[in-house]
């Protein structure tokens, strides 16, 4: 089994005190920077979203950098899903040291290009997965070029790079050793603005990562489309949110809604079915504010788990509102934790 879970294409670093968390994300990058004390418990400073390009990465991050007084800090990167691509394969029979090279030759035919310029990393799924007659592994695998755009940038910024990782695994430490997720199988909702993931958890272990054809910009336009008109605005707005199954357009939204309910159940019926565990307890909703409170009660409605937005205010002591950015600032929270996991 993997023993640090939270690393992949990972760094060596010894343990500080103020920890640095980077997502990388297609349309701009998160920081979040995390005190801990001795002996204390973790507490998110400051934490920030920047639309940009790469081009701007250094001049944004150098910028955030200078002003939180955080230049040589150890520094924690997750990439976002539309970087890599995550594979579920049988593991190859060797040990853990020799699993990255071996796994590069099970990904190169999925590959357009030399297998030499991309990274390659993998990570077990715990031992009781698939009841434990299978052994599988997660693949990941991303650019070079982007690997090396990311060590550039903490160089160029004079941060000192520790791991480069991916999303799932940032999550996953958000959660990691809290007594009240301890041995209960937690499912991560995100739905992006095109298309979402689910990801199946227990006890600090990714056991499933799916891709979800439902995002939140469909909605949006679906709604635009149905209830403009009459009034001259769009009805299905309520309490500053798109209500999805208010007046005239409801049957329409749900309809829209039924596919992502589908998806999300068909991963929970795969968690007990195939991977054999005793099933999700809880579903924690990652989406943009404005559609949370509508999407949370149609899963509420239909799903036979509980389900609660998650703030990280609800995990660690915050010194500013992260709710409005908690999706894409929670990848840069969970890279940092990762550090504060392995220090342990």
């Known amino acids: 089994m993997w023993p640090d879970i939270n690393r992949i294409f990972s760094r060596k670093?010894?343990?500080?005190?103020?920890?640095?968390?980077?997502?990388?994300?297609?349309?701009?990058?998160?920081?979040?920077?995390?005190?801990?004390?001795?002996?204390?418990?973790?507490?998110?400073?400051?934490?920030?979203?920047?639309?940009?390009?790469?081009?701007?990465?250094?001049?944004v991050l150098e910028s955030f950098?200078?002003?939180?007084?955080?230049k040589g800090a150890k520094t924690y990167v997750a990439f976002h899903p539309d970087y890599y691509e995550l594979m579920l394969i049988d593991a190859p029979e060797v040990p853990d040291e020799e699993l990255a090279e071996a796994v590069k030759w099970r990904?190169?035919?999925?590959?357009?290009?030399?297998?030499?310029?991309?990274?390659?990393?993998?990570?077990?799924?715990?031992?009781?997965?698939?009841?434990?007659?299978?052994?599988?592994?997660?693949?990941?695998?991303?650019?070079?070029?982007?690997?090396?755009a990311v060590v550039e940038l903490c160089g160029d910024c004079g941060l000192e790079l520790v791991s480069i990782g991916i999303s799932e695994l940032a999550r996953v430490n958000l959660i990691q050793g809290r007594?009240?997720?301890?041995?209960?199988?937690?499912?991560?909702?995100?739905?992006?603005?095109?298309?979402g993931q689910i990801d199946l958890i227990e006890n600090g272990y990714l056991y499933l990562s799916r891709g979800i054809?439902?995002?939140?910009?469909?909605?949006?336009?679906?709604?635009?489309a149905v209830d403009s008109g009459a009034?001259?605005?769009?009805?299905?707005?309520?309490d500053g949110g798109l209500n999805l199954v208010d007046h005239d357009q409801g049957a329409s939204n749900s309809n829209l809604l039924?596919?992502?309910?589908?998806?999300?159940?068909?991963?929970?019926?795969?968690?007990?079915?195939?991977?054999?565990?005793?099933?999700?307890?809880?579903l924690l909703l990652l989406t943009p504010a404005p559609l949370s409170a509508e999407v949370y009660k149609n899963l509420s409605?239909?799903?036979?788990?509980?389900?609660?937005?998650l703030h990280i205010s609800d995990l660690l002591d915050c010194e500013q509102d992260c709710s409005g950015f908690m999706d894409s600032c929670s990848v840069a929270v969970g890279a940092a934790l990762g550090g504060i996991h392995a220090a342990a």
């Open 231 to 238: 009034t001259g605005r769009p009805s299905g707005l309520a």
């Open 107 to 148: 990904v190169k035919d999925f590959i357009n290009g030399d297998i030499e310029s991309y990274v390659v990393d993998a990570f077990r799924l715990p031992q009781d997965a698939y009841r434990g007659r299978m052994n599988m592994i997660y693949a990941a695998y991303m650019k070079k070029e982007v690997v090396v």
């Open 179 to 195: 007594k009240e997720y301890a041995d209960l199988g937690v499912a991560f909702l995100h739905l992006g603005e095109q298309k």
């Open 65 to 70: 950098c200078r002003q939180h007084g955080v």
């Open 213 to 224: 054809d439902s995002g939140y910009a469909m909605l949006k336009q679906a709604s635009a």
């Open 13 to 59: 670093g010894s343990s500080p005190l103020v920890y640095l968390g980077v997502g990388i994300f297609p349309e701009g990058i998160s920081v979040a920077v995390i005190d801990r004390e001795a002996g204390g418990q973790p507490a998110v400073k400051t934490s920030a979203f920047f639309a940009c390009v790469q081009s701007e990465w250094v001049s």
């Open 301 to 309: 409605a239909n799903l036979p788990v509980k389900v609660e937005a």
């Open 258 to 282: 039924d596919g992502l309910v589908l998806d999300v159940q068909r991963s929970l019926d795969y968690y007990e079915s195939q991977l054999g565990k005793s099933g999700i307890s809880k």
